[in-house]
């Protein structure tokens, strides 16, 4: 893993860059709960538990869904497996997963008196919680400055545009704590996934179309779709 250091200047002017780019757009899945559902921990918990390898209108159908029988650890632990599985279906390995929310409520209510824990290391000992998931929840749910979420858009996009040079996501976060300032760390995610879900996308990248071409590398890029 290497650590790229952009000019403060840089990310600054590309985050500003994003930041009035994406007024409009169609905001990621758990972002949208987050702000429907007040911000509450459980739900953008569960919610982005569902959200992987799932489109986001899946994810927010199948959260909605969910939500509507169960809103609290304890009433979804009481739920059977095979229950939640028809809840959320079709979000991807929805199998899987509904045993990973079941098992995930029932160790908030015995271990953690039905609340959802603020510390990372306790966030990742839940069923089905992994650093991005843990590092979102504490983005969204906690109000948490010190975070930042790296998904695949975050990934590729921080790779393509040169801020760093990593292999997987979580050598991606621990790059970019270290070559972007803390100011800009709980923005990381909701900037880069939106950009990269409407504009930045994994295949043909709308180049022709991105506000922040002039300050990206393209590293990786092969081919790209013109405005």
């Known amino acids: 893993m290497s650590v790229r250091r952009p000019s403060p200047r840089l990310v600054e002017k590309v985050m500003h860059g994003l930041a009035r780019a994406i007024t409009g757009l169609e905001l990621p899945a758990v972002e949208k709960i987050s702000n429907e559902q007040a911000e509450d921990p459980f739900q953008i918990l569960i919610a982005t538990i569902l ?42 390995f929805y199998r899987y997963k509904a045993g990973y929310v079941k098992e995930c409520c029932e160790m908030l209510v015995s271990r953690f008196g039905g609340r959802v824990p603020q510390a990372m290391e306790e966030l990742l000992l839940l069923p089905g919680v992994g650093r991005k998931t843990a590092n979102l929840v504490l983005i969204l749910g906690f109000k948490s400055a010190q975070n930042i979420c790296v998904d695949t858009h975050v990934h590729r996009i921080s790779n393509r545009l040169g801020w760093v040079e990593t292999s ?60």
């Open 51 to 92: 959200s992987a390898r799932t489109q986001d209108a899946t994810t927010h159908a199948a959260s909605t869904r969910l939500f509507t029988v169960a809103r609290t650890p304890r009433t979804m632990a009481k739920l059977k497996e095979k229950e939640i599985e028809r809840l959320i279906y079709p979000v991807s």
């Open 168 to 227: 997987l996501p979580d050598e991606t976060e621990q790059a970019l704590y270290k070559a972007t300032d803390p100011r800009w760390w709980p923005y990381i995610n909701l900037y880069l996934v939106t950009w990269g879900q409407n504009v930045c996308r994994p295949v043909y990248p709308r180049c022709g179309d991105c506000v922040i071409a002039a300050d990206c590398q393209r590293i990786g890029v092969r081919r790209r779709r013109s405005a």
